[in-house]
Structures are given as structure tokens and as C-alpha cells.
Nanobody, 125 residues
Framework: QVQLVESGGGLVQAGGSLRLSCAGS????????MGWFRQAPGKEREFVAAISWSGGIAYYADSVKGRFTVSRDNAKNTVYLQMNSLKPEDTAVYYC??????????????????WGQGTQVTVSS
């Protein structure tokens, strides 16, 4: 069983940047595709970004493409989400998740089996 812990959230003004981290413990993440999802108040959880276990494939939601970058450091058992040009509509709780079984990184939360507790990102206008 892997434990995932997100960090790096906070309050930032529109146009600012944040870098989220997702640290794994209890199991190496080097064979897991990793995803980032977010959930805003009153809305369903939505896909943000995903990265393959090797880091060679990355997918992004259209709403964040060109602004967010997902990366990983398998030696540190950590995945990152660099968020630039933040907008108020990016405000949400951000979650990282691990997928151990699919061939390519997924965009559906049902494909991920292990989840972190989330970190709050608030973007003020």
C-alpha cells in the first residue's frame, strides 16, 4: 500500500505560480502512472494532468494546457505539478493519484487506485 501526500498548495494572486508536490511512501512510484485531479466546491472532480511511469508521456486537460507542467523524480519518489499563470477558476483541492495497471496514463479517476488527501489551491482575482 502506498501513501501519497500532496504539498505546496496555498493562496496566490491571479497570474502567479505554485508548484505542487506529491510524495510517495511505502512503495516505489517508479512503476506507476501518476495523475493530478482537482475538485472545486460544488463541482465534480476533474482531470488535470497525468504522466507515465517513465515520464515520457504526459497528458493535460485543455483548461490547463500551456500553463501547467507535470513532472516526476523517481529517485525522490515524487511527482510535481508546476502551475503558472494561475486563474481564479483554478481554485480547487488538488489530488495526486497512482495507477499501477493501465498501459498508458489515464484521464479518468476510476483508473487510479491510490489517492492523496489533497492540497488546497486558492487563486484570488
Amino acid at each position: 500500500q502506498v501513501q501519497l501526500v500532496e504539498s505546496g498548495g496555498g493562496l496566490v494572486q491571479a497570474g502567479g505560480s505554485l508548484r505542487l508536490s506529491c510524495a510517495g511512501s511505502g512503495r516505489t512510484l517508479s512503476r506507476a502512472h501518476m495523475g493530478w485531479f482537482r475538485q472545486a466546491p460544488g463541482k465534480e472532480r476533474e482531470f488535470v494532468a497525468a504522466i507515465s511511469w517513465s515520464g515520457g508521456i504526459a497528458y493535460y486537460a485543455d483548461s490547463v494546457k500551456g500553463r501547467f507542467t507535470v513532472s516526476r523524480d523517481n529517485a525522490k519518489n515524487t511527482v510535481y505539478l508546476q502551475m503558472n499563470s494561475l486563474k481564479p477558476e483554478d481554485t480547487a483541492v488538488y489530488y495526486c493519484a497512482a495507477d499501477w495497471t493501465y498501459i498508458t496514463p489515464g484521464t479518468r479517476d476510476s483508473e487510479y487506485t491510490d489517492w492523496g488527501q489533497g492540497t488546497q489551491v486558492t487563486v484570488s482575482s
